[in-house]
């Protein structure tokens, strides 16, 4: 059975960092693209960061700078540090992976960023 299962989040000020972590089990994730999606309340959910089978990272803008995506594929886990959070950041936060036909989800961790 494949499960994603991120944690690491919480509420922090603005300014702050987290570092949220995605363990996979049931896959290689190594073997796989990893995103980090978030939606927050009445909006769509949109992919933050990712990371290829080969290594290689992608930002959207909004984050540009501020987060990074990394990859353990020993122990099999996803993470994005996040940096110099804003407000704006103030979503739920998932993990997904994906190669050809497979494509898998996390339940999501929440991420407050407030004063």
């Known amino acids: 059975q494949v499960q994603l299962q991120e944690s690491g989040g919480g509420l922090v000020q603005p300014g702050g960092s987290l570092r949220l972590s995605c363990q996979a089990s049931?896959?290689?994730?190594?073997?796989?693209?990893m995103n980090w999606y978030r939606q927050a309340p009445g909006k769509e959910r949109d992919v933050v960061a990712t990371i290829t089978s080969g290594g290689d990272t992608s930002y959207a803008d909004s984050v540009k700078g501020r987060f990074t995506i990394s990859r353990d594929n020993v122990k099999n886990v996803v993470y994005l540090q996040m940096n110099s959070l804003k407000p704006e950041d103030t979503a739920v936060y998932y993990c997904?992976?994906?190669?050809?036909?497979?494509?898998?989800w996390g339940q999501g961790t929440q991420v407050t960023v407030s004063s």
């Open positions: 049931g896959i290689i994730s190594s073997s796989y693209w």
């Open positions: 997904r992976a994906f190669w050809n036909a497979y494509d898998y």
